[in-house]
């Protein structure tokens, strides 16, 4: 079984470093002259997933988004879902789980288990529970070749007063969270399966990424502010690692599929001309 790092490289490798995300906002919706009801979500996604799933290394369904339309909402997520996977993207579910650990392993198996209906091969997860609580998907995803995405240093103005709290050793928050995440990944080849979410909005905090061995997911592009360049301020020598996300910024160039598609490669030439620094 090949794991989720040897995928997400090989992924990356063919298609080049990108995420895009796919949130299906109201306002998108109606900017797109959809409605705001579950037909409207099901063109969307199906749009998106006709226009760039073939393109791009990873689609990043954000779950909210589905769950608004309650159960016919994650209808329409599960066959976005499996649209991208016959698309061969690979599918990060944007989820923010986490939990007591008990609570966890059914999260694990909700999206790590091939068997579930809303199977992915990875999602995000939330460590401000402690991160040895996230040692259920860990396990999970270990065993069936899934990954995780840890929440490290958020996009968001609101984390830093969490994130970068000193612990009684010194370190932040965040740093204890980034040492942890480089712990499961030591020793992988060419790439560990555990990621950690780095916003591309937080400049240079100073937190040190150079053992994570694993990829380094990268929201807050455009919408939020943040540019390429921005990326090299963050990240300094752990630009190879990174895999940048956008969400609206490619979003917003639809509904023509076209239009989609070029936006995606706008953006991923953007970082590449980062990233091969
Ligand atoms: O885990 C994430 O993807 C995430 C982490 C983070 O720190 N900041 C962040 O914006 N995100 C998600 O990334 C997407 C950003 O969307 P845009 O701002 O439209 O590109 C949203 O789905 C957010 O929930």
């Known amino acids: 079984m090949e794991t989720f790092g040897v995928r997400l490289h090989r992924a990356v490798t063919e298609r080049g470093p990108l995420c895009v995300g796919i949130d299906p906002h109201p306002g998108l919706l109606a900017r797109w002259g959809l409605p705001d009801d579950v037909d409207g979500l099901d063109r969307f996604a199906r749009t998106v997933v006709e226009a760039i799933g073939d393109q791009v290394a990873v689609v990043k ?6 769950e608004r339309f309650g159960a016919r909402g994650v209808g329409i997520l599960e066959s976005t879902i499996r649209q991208l996977r016959e698309s061969g993207a690979l599918v990060l579910l944007d989820v923010k789980r986490g939990d007591i650990g008990s609570t966890v392993a059914a999260y694990a198996s909700a999206y790590l288990d091939p068997a579930a209906p809303l199977y992915v091969d990875a999602v995000t997860a939330s460590p401000y529970l402690g991160v040895g609580s996230l040692a259920p998907m860990f396990e999970l995803a270990a065993t069936h070749g899934g990954g995780v995405f840890v929440l490290a240093l958020t996009s968001n103005p609101e984390g830093a007063q969490v994130q970068r709290a000193h ?3 010194g370190r932040t928050v965040a740093q204890t969270v980034i040492d942890e995440i480089s712990q499961l990944n030591a020793g992988a080849q060419p790439l ?3 990621g950690l979410v780095v916003g591309a909005t937080i400049g240079d905090t100073g937190h040190d990424l150079s053992r994570v061995n694993g990829p380094l997911l990268a929201p ?5 502010g943040a540019t390429a360049a921005d990326l090299r301020t963050v990240f300094g020598s752990s630009l190879p690692s990174v895999l940048p996300s956008y969400s609206r910024e490619v979003l917003g160039a639809g509904p023509d599929p076209a239009a989609l598609r070029a936006a995606a490669e706008r953006v991923l030439a953007d970082c590449r001309g ?4």
């Open 192 to 194: 560990g399966s555990f």
């Open 220 to 224: 807050g592009l455009g919408a939020q």
């Open 167 to 169: 612990g009684a050793d």
């Open 274 to 277: 980062v990233l091969a620094d």
């Open 61 to 66: 369904p954000q779950s909210a988004f589905f």
